[in-house]
């Protein structure tokens, strides 16, 4: 059973850091590209960013570029967001998901809430 669960979202005021893990289980890891996706209140699903299997190759949405960071260690079948400069704006429950495009995803954890306020 594929397994993806997300962890270190909080409540951090504008200007702060927070760093999101994906524990993935259930599937070979290493294999597949994997993203970062958001969705804010009354908002549709936004692609935040993504990593190729290797680490080598990553995307990120004009609105985070040069604030998060995607990273991956695929001995500990884990995926990483380092989120610096958070803005209101962020808010968002963020999910970790298996692929490299734009949603939907088959496979999508449950979610951890980041909420930017002073």
């Known amino acids: 059973e594929v397994q993806l669960v997300e962890s270190g979202g909080g409540l951090v005021q504008p200007g702060g850091s927070l760093r999101l893990s994906c524990a993935a289980s259930?599937?070979?890891?290493?294999?597949?590209?994997m993203s970062w996706v958001r969705q804010a209140p009354g908002k549709g699903p936004e692609r935040v960013s993504a990593?190729?299997?290797?680490?080598?190759?990553?995307y990120y949405a004009d609105s985070v570029k040069g604030r998060f960071t995607i990273s991956r260690d695929n001995t500990r079948n884990t995926l990483y967001l380092q989120m610096n400069s958070l803005k209101p704006e962020d808010t968002a429950v963020y999910y970790c998901?298996?692929?490299?495009?734009?949603?939907?995803?088959?496979?999508w954890g449950q979610g951890t809430q980041v909420t930017v306020s002073s």
């Open positions: 998901a298996i692929g490299w495009g734009p949603p939907p995803y088959d496979y």
């Open positions: 990593i190729n299997i290797s680490g080598r190759s990553t």
């Open positions: 259930g599937f070979t890891f290493v294999r597949y590209d």
